[in-house]
Every structure is written in C-alpha cells, then in structure tokens.
C-alpha cells in the first residue's frame, strides 16, 4: 500500500477510535496538521494558522494572550500516546506522533516482527502447547473504568501539576506569527490596573478543599460531623485550578508584574489586610472566600428544593422582574456546560481589592480566569461595563455561561452583569 494512502487510512483511523470519541476539536486538529504534514513533510505549522483556520480565532489572535492552540495540541498529543498504549492501537503498522516543541505530525512505520530462524530438519521440534497471550477481561476492563468514573477528578487533581507544566507549557517564541504585536492588550492593561499599580505583588488564592482517606482506596471531602481534623489531606486541588494559575501567571509576567500563588487553606486573615488577592475557586472549596468581603449580587449557594436540591448553582441575591433567580449547569456526565463567576470588591482594607473568578465547577473556574486573560472576551465585558455607564476599576459582578466540549471550556458568553457607576 502507498505511504501517503496507509497514512490517510491511519488518521481515519484514529478519528474513528474510542480514545478520540467525542472529541470533535481534537479530530479537526490533528486531519488539520496530518494534511499539512502529508502536503509540506518537515515543515511545522505556525500557531496562529492553526488558531484562525482550526479554531475560527480573529485575523488579530495573538497567541501570546491565548492559549487555546498550544492546550489542544498538548491534549491531542496525550490521545495519541494513550491510543497507541492500548489494544486498540498497540498493533497498527503506522505511528502518528506530535513531537514535543513543534505543530507537526510525524508517522512513522512499525517495522514487522522478525520471524524466528527455522529449524533443521534433521532435528524436528518436538510439539509443544504454547499458551494464548492473556488479555484482561472484560470485567476487569468495565471495573477500572467504574473506578476511573469516580475517582475522576480526585486523580486529575493529584497528577495536575506535573501534567501541567509537562503538556501545557507555553509554546517557545519561534511560534508566534511575525506579524502579531508582542505588545499587551490595553484591554488587559485597564482591566487589571488596580492589582498592577500597586508594588506589591497580588495573591493569588487557589482552592484547597480537605478531603480524608487515601488516593489508592479512596478519598472523599471532610466531614466536620464525623471525621477527625488530623485525618484532612489538603494537597489536592482541581485541573481548572491549576491551568488558571498558568493563565494569571503569563497575563502578569507580560504585565511586568510578579503574582505570589497561595492556597487556600493557608491564607490567614492579616495577609487578607494586607494584600490584593485573586481568588480562584468557589467557596465550596475556597473556604477563606467565607470569611472576607465577597460578591453580593450573585453568591454560590446549593439548592434547597426541586429537582436539584443540593447541587451547587449561582443565586441572584434579588432578581429583577423577568430574570432567572439562580444559574446551574445541566445534570449528568459528562459536564457540558457550566457557570462561573467573576467579580470585583473592595477588601477587608479598602485600599486593596478582591477579584474573585469560580465556577460551580473546576471548569468553570478555568474558564473564568481565561476570560480575563484574553484580549478578546475581556474586551466584551469591558464594553458591556461601558454601556451601563461602570467602570472595570469599580466594583462588579458578572455571571458567565460556559460551554464545555471534551473536559475543556470552548466558549464563554457574559450573561449577567451588575456594577458600581
């Protein structure tokens, strides 16, 4: 078979898997980066072609302020590595690789096993019963994936930051499109004016949930009811947590202004006096945002009636004739939308401010601090602020809608707003 037709067969292939099931962004890259690679072989492609022909993102994407490219790649570059680790492709003859620092797919050919010397005639082997090769069962197979279901999040939590720093590093310059300005956004330098003209470096305060048991048998959150304080583990926290101190830690070093990462359970009330702080995570987790000035319009809350009762959603403290009282996410796995919040308040000092960005879940806190990151969505809530006559240096607070795809937050849309003028 012709190498470019065993190539094309293997990327159908792969779109085709179990692995890559449902992930319909992931599939669009990677028929994207096969074509080129298969049209130009050698030639890697640039971030910002990826970004406006793969993504639909702007003539003026600037890959510095989103990193929706170098994520997916880096997601897809895991798929691969986990399809070819399975039966499902350990077998097949061609390897479709994405190395490491570059947009380019690579396929290399699987050479055939050797086939063993024959034996002399003179000297015929004896039969033998070779035993089949043992394959799991599918019992096993359907436990681990129970397993896999419901300690999910504990174990993306657990293995979080090194996946992070490893996957989602920031692509190297040599990827930035020529023709894009390297300079930042005035959109991010209004928005983030209050916590950069002050010298001292914000907090940024990522939740810290305590949880008891251990990973290997199981853990769970900490009941103050029955369970021991000297039991808590409190070294774990979400996926969208960790991505989000990515996010603020590149928009201020492109500032020129340093963050200091704290967490959660760790901050005391005087370093709440003292300091600008940005709080990551909702106060179901981020237990401080309890005890310190927090947002008023819309508060986290878990419902007390109706089908829902006991789900975390976002309540609109008084709604106005005609507006929906409180915003949840739809119910079910996987997660396919979400709510966040993003809010502005004066602190415990009135000289220092307070941002808070959480969803009702570890996604929607990722794609709140991403929304004000990027040039793009915060230009929007900066205009919506304009046209009732607000401005981003006085107090807000908005609700975003979030849609999710595959465990990651495609798009954001500001559904709600109330502020100071």
Not at 121 to 134: D, S, T, Y
Not at 186 to 209: G, H, I, R, Y
Not at 277 to 305: A, C, Q, W, Y
Request: charged share 20%; net charge neutral; glycine share 8%.
């Amino acid at each position: 078979m012709p190498s470019s037709t065993a190539e094309i067969a293997q990327i159908e292939k792969l779109i085709g898997s179990l692995t890559l099931h449902g992930s319909e962004s992931l599939c669009k890259l990677l028929r994207y980066l096969a074509e080129r690679a298969m049209d130009q072989p050698g030639v890697p492609v640039k971030e910002y072609q990826i970004a406006t022909e793969v993504f639909g993102r702007p003539r003026n994407f600037d890959p510095r302020l989103d990193s929706t490219v170098r994520v997916q790649t880096g997601r897809l570059r895991a798929k691969l590595q986990e399809y070819y680790s399975t039966k499902e492709g350990n077998s097949d003859p061609v390897l479709v690789e994405i190395p490491k620092g570059a947009y380019l797919v690579s396929f290399v050919r699987r050479e055939p096993p050797v086939a063993s010397a024959p034996v002399a005639a003179e000297a015929p082997p004896l039969p033998v019963n070779v035993p089949e090769k043992e394959h799991p069962s599918p019992r096993t197979g359907g436990r681990w994936k129970t397993l896999t279901f419901i300690f999910g999040g504990l174990s993306a939590a657990a293995i979080a930051v090194i996946f992070a720093l490893t996957i989602f590093r920031p692509a190297q310059s040599t990827f930035l499109d020529p023709d894009d300005p390297e300079t930042v956004s005035p959109a991010l330098e209004t928005f983030w004016k209050p916590f950069v003209e002050d010298p001292q470096v914000p907090w940024a305060v990522f939740s810290n949930a305590a949880f008891v048991g251990r990973p290997e048998t199981g853990l769970r959150y900490f009941n103050p009811l029955k369970d021991s304080k000297a039991q808590i583990m409190d070294h774990y926290t979400g996926v969208g947590e960790v991505l989000a101190i990515h996010e603020l830690d590149r928009i201020f070093t492109l500032l020129h202004h340093g963050i200091r990462v704290k967490r959660g359970r760790l901050l005391s009330l005087d370093d709440a006096k003292n300091n600008n702080l940005i709080f990551i995570g909702s106060p179901s987790e981020n237990l401080t945002l309890r005890e310190i000035p927090s947002t008023h319009d819309f508060v986290f809350s878990t419902l007390k009636d109706g089908s829902r009762k006991g789900d975390l959603a976002i309540l609109r403290v008084e709604p106005r004739p005609g507006e929906q009282p409180y915003f949840i996410s739809a119910p079910g796995l996987p997660l396919v939308d979400d709510y966040a919040l993003i809010g502005l308040v004066p602190g415990i000092n009135p000289v220092h401010w307070i941002m808070i960005l959480a969803g009702t879940t570890t996604i929607g806190t990722q794609a709140a601090v991403e929304y004000v990151c990027h040039a793009n969505t915060l230009g929007n809530l900066l205009n919506r602020l304009k046209a009732i006559h607000a401005r981003p240096d006085k107090p807000f607070e908005g609700v975003l809608h979030v849609r999710i795809t595959g465990g990651v937050p495609v798009e954001s849309e500001l559904v709600a707003l109330r502020a100071e003028s």
